[in-house]
């Protein structure tokens, strides 16, 4: 692909004529699973399915790609989620910030702190009051700061005589009022004389009371001062005079002339009036201030509450960033499986041993699932046939199986593990180079080896009895492991060697590796069905040699109709139907037939046997289920001879 004007789109490496594209800065990291981890992925879909993936993940691991690359994906996420935390800290604090905020403004104010104290709220009331009481107009007269505010005008002559007849009148008044003042004292009796007294007393008694001691001595000077300058000060009477005449409704002029005539009443009144005047002033600002002090209390009460809820909401905050910081490392390790897994995923469905899953009614609007593949299970075919060669075989090379002098070969990708000593070197480098050039590992799909082609060919075909009764001892689990091993085998020997296998049960039915994998116990034996199919196989073959294997654990206890309907229960026409297909086997010159009973229980299951096995010219093999895939190769070693020649 190049781009106008004939110049490549990706850089290329030139030398010695060679063009090889640089594939160093591609869009996708190479995933290079070592062999043991590719082994044990395989063995795992293959024995527990998908789930076996996870399992694969959590394992702990000290080195490998796995190990690898879990460590940068967790470094890269953990680097992730603590700028998050770091985002979420000044978040935190610029909130803390708020809240505080918040919390002043609704909080007490500048003087409130003194309101809520009851000495502090008394001292604010007492120079409240006291800075009244010395406004009062009043208290201005008697301490004599009033104002001059009237101006001083020179009278005319009828107003000093008038102002001269005026004081002689009241000096008159006056003194006829302390005149019948003396002569009703000198008619007074004892007990009238206390009863004035008590009366005066009860005057004084009853003076207003401030909710502040310290005003009472002030109030007493204040009296003691009225007292003293009340008949001389005209200001001062005409400013007692005017608070008379709106308390008691009498005009000027009368109160001049009590005033005249009787000095202790007007004294009197006028004491009255000044304590009177402090007591509604001190009244006034005492529920001012409590008012006030109210106010204060339900402000501070709100500052509370709105402490409180600020402190609740932070703690949680912070509760949550404890547990955000404690999850980092949690949420790290899921989040980096679940790529890890995602990659694992990917990789395995472009090595073709898993695929999505057909989507089906059920499944609408499901997350994807993925299944294992028919390649996979011939993978792992070949890994337990690799376990059973280095426990119980020992391979050899078999006369005639080789004809390298005048064998024909084929060029083409590895497809088993026992090709890799044929290996094109130079090919697979060029491979390796151009699809993972950052990877310095050798892929299995790199591989190009020297393939021969045999002349002769080879046709198994497997009889799998998955009836109800293997399921005791573990028995088709064993079969199932036997017919990988054989499946391997035969494969191994030539590519080409074609492997049928039958699934026996009250039906027989052709399966697949992974079927056979997936297979679980059920129903009866019905040979007959199955032998026929395998004749059926056989007869439409090329192959110049055939193998017929029958793994089993019992006698035939099903057979199939002309109408194509089972039958089971009839243990003798079973038998006899099975014996006339098996018989049918001999016409087939070159066929091979093996009969493995698995754990007979007595001599009739093996007289049965012996039987079905002389009936089709095979031959009887017992086995346990521990040692069945060991006899099973062996068998197959033993008696496959392939033929020589091109």
Not at 181 to 190: A, E, G, K, M
Not at 467 to 496: D, F, Q, T, W
Not at 562 to 590: C, H, W, Y
Request: glycine share 8%.
């Amino acid at each position: 692909m190049e781009h106008s004007g004939g110049v490549p789109s990706y850089p290329v490496i030139r030398g010695d004529g060679t063009v090889i594209p640089d594939c160093s800065k591609g869009v996708h990291l190479p995933f290079s699973l070592t062999p043991t981890e590719r082994r044990e992925l395989v063995r795992g879909l293959a024995q527990k399915g998908i789930s076996s993936i996870d399992e694969f993940l959590s394992r702990e691991r000290n080195g490998g790609y796995i190990a690898e690359r879990m460590e940068a994906i967790r470094s890269r996420i953990r680097k992730g989620l603590e700028e998050q935390m770091k985002a979420r800290n000044e978040a935190f604090i610029t909130e803390m910030g708020r809240l505080r905020e918040r919390t002043v403004q609704v909080g007490i104010g500048p003087y409130d702190g003194e309101l809520l104290d009851e000495a502090g709220a008394r001292r604010v009331l007492s120079d409240e009051l006291r800075g009244e009481l010395l406004a009062s107009e009043l208290v201005l007269q008697i301490e004599g700061r009033a104002e001059q505010r009237d101006l001083v005008m020179r009278p005319s002559f009828p107003r000093k005589v008038w102002d001269i007849i005026k004081r002689l009148f009241h000096r008159f008044v006056s003194f006829l009022g302390r005149f019948v003042r003396w002569v009703r004292s000198l008619f007074r009796t004892r007990r009238e004389r206390e009863e004035l007294a008590a009366i005066r007393s009860k005057r004084i008694k009853g003076a207003v009371v401030l909710p502040f001691p310290g005003l009472m001595s002030e109030l007493g000077s204040w009296e003691r001062e009225l007292e003293k300058r009340l008949e001389s000060d005209k200001r001062l009477q005409k400013a007692v005079d005017t608070r008379l005449t709106e308390s008691t409704g009498y005009s000027s002029g009368v109160i001049g002339l009590r005033r005249s005539f009787d000095p202790e009443w007007y004294k009197e009144e006028a004491v009255e009036l000044l304590r009177t005047e402090v007591g509604s002033i001190a009244e006034r600002k005492e529920r001012e201030l409590n008012g006030r002090r109210k106010g204060a209390m339900d402000r501070a009460k709100d500052g509370q509450d709105e402490a409180r809820k600020a402190r609740e909401k932070a703690l949680a905050m912070e509760r949550e960033l404890d547990r955000e910081k404690e999850g980092i490392i949690h949420r790290s390790e899921s989040l980096a499986r679940e790529e890890m897994k995602r990659e694992v995923e990917r990789a395995l469905t472009s090595m073709g041993y898993i695929q999505r899953k057909q989507p089906t009614a059920d499944m609408d609007g499901a997350i994807a699932e993925y299944e294992i593949t028919e390649a996979l299970v011939e993978r792992f075919s070949e890994l337990v046939f690799s376990d059973l060669m280095e426990t119980g075989l020992k391979h050899r090379e078999r006369p005639g199986s080789h004809t390298s002098d005048v064998g024909v070969y084929d060029r083409t990708r590895l497809r088993t593990v026992h090709e890799e000593a044929r290996l094109d070197i130079l090919q697979t480098l060029v491979n390796a180079r151009t699809n993972h050039p950052d990877d310095k590992e050798l892929d299995r799909s790199d591989m190009i080896v020297y393939r021969e082609v045999p002349v002769s060919e080879l046709h198994a075909v497997i009889l799998l009895d998955v009836s109800g009764s293997m399921e005791e001892n573990m028995r088709l689990e064993a079969a199932k492991r036997a017919v990988l091993a054989l499946y391997s085998a035969v494969r191994k020997e030539n590519p080409r060697n074609r492997v049928d296998i039958i699934t026996v049960s009250t039906r027989a039915s052709p399966s697949t590796l992974r079927e056979v994998l997936a297979s679980e116990p059920r129903g009866f034996t019905n040979h007959s069905e199955a032998v026929s199919m395998a004749s059926r196989l056989f007869e439409g073959t090329r192959s110049d040699r055939m193998l017929l294997f029958l793994i089993t654990d019992g006698l035939p206890e099903a057979y199939t109709e002309i109408d194509g309907r089972p039958v089971a229960g009839d243990l003798k026409k079973a038998m006899e139907r099975t014996l006339q297909e098996v018989s049918r086997l001999k016409r087939f010159s070159n066929l091979s037939f093996n009969i493995f009973m698995l754990e007979p229980k007595d001599g009739t299951y093996l007289n049965a046997a012996r039987r079905i096995a002389g009936a089709g010219g095979g031959s009887l093999l017992t086995a346990n289920p521990q040692d069945l895939a060991l006899k099973l190769v062996l068998e197959y070693e033993r008696g496959s001879r392939p033929q020589t020649g091109v």
